[in-house]
């Protein structure tokens, strides 16, 4: 596995993990990618991404998944674990699932597109991978992540101000409620009604008791 651009890297920086069997395609991406300002992993295959992501058995046995990662690229066609089986891996992950993930492959084929974007991908990009293709996907990518950080500072906002009502209400309602009377409150007439007749004979018990 190789790691690139960690030392210089930016919190702003976008990470991309990218995956592909050819250690040629690993150089052209990563290229592109730091081209673009990325931070770069690059590992070559879908277990070895797994264990980068502390998805596999061994539970992150790279001791790298305590980076966060922005974007996963990977390639399609790669033996024992292809990229639309580790595409659905990440989609079925918890921790992982909102992740973007972009798919490669040399092969233009209809019903392989269709497969990986209805499984959640963001995009299917055909080999060789080009300079805009790779800005065009970090665009995307940032748009996107501006749109949750909006829509998580809204959710906190709102919540924050509902927990401020929620307090003033209860501050309110409690000073505002008056002090009970000292006097005993009358029976209700159901109560008596039920109630007398037994009492009446209690008494009645006792005088002949007596």
């Known amino acids: 596995m190789e790691v690139a651009g960690e030392v210089l890297a930016s919190e702003s920086q976008l990470h991309v993990l990218a995956v592909d069997d050819s250690h040629v395609d690993r150089k052209v991406i990563e290229k592109l990618l730091k081209i ?3 931070k770069v992993t690059t590992v070559e295959s879908g277990a070895r991404a797994l264990q980068f992501l502390g998805l ?4 992150g046995s790279l001791g790298f998944n305590g980076l966060k990662v922005n974007l996963i690229m990977t390639d399609y066609s790669m033996p024992g ?7 659905k891996k990440i989609k079925r992950s918890s921790t992982f699932r909102e992740i973007p993930v972009v798919i490669m492959s040399s092969e233009n084929i209809l019903t392989r597109i269709d497969s990986c974007l ?3 991908a963001e995009e299917f990009l055909v080999k ?5 293709d790779v800005k065009r996907v970090m665009n995307d990518c940032i748009m996107r992540g501006e749109t949750e950080g909006n829509k998580r500072r809204r959710v906190d906002k709102r919540k924050f101000e509902d927990d401020n ?3 003033s209400s209860s501050s309110s309602s409690s000073s505002s409620i008056p002090s009970s009377p000292s006097s005993p ?3 209700s007439p159901s109560t008596a009604a039920t ?6 004979l209690k008494r009645a018990k006792l005088r002949d008791h007596n």
Request: charged fraction near 25%.
């Open 165 to 167: 009502h929620a307090s």
């Open 118 to 120: 209805e499984e959640g």
């Open 185 to 187: 409150l009358p029976s």
């Open 128 to 132: 060789p991978v080009k300079l805009s």
């Open 195 to 200: 109630s007398s007749p037994l009492h009446s």
């Open 81 to 87: 674990m292809t990229g639309y089986e580790l595409l």
């Open 56 to 59: 596999d058995e061994e539970k």
């Open 36 to 38: 673009s300002s990325c």
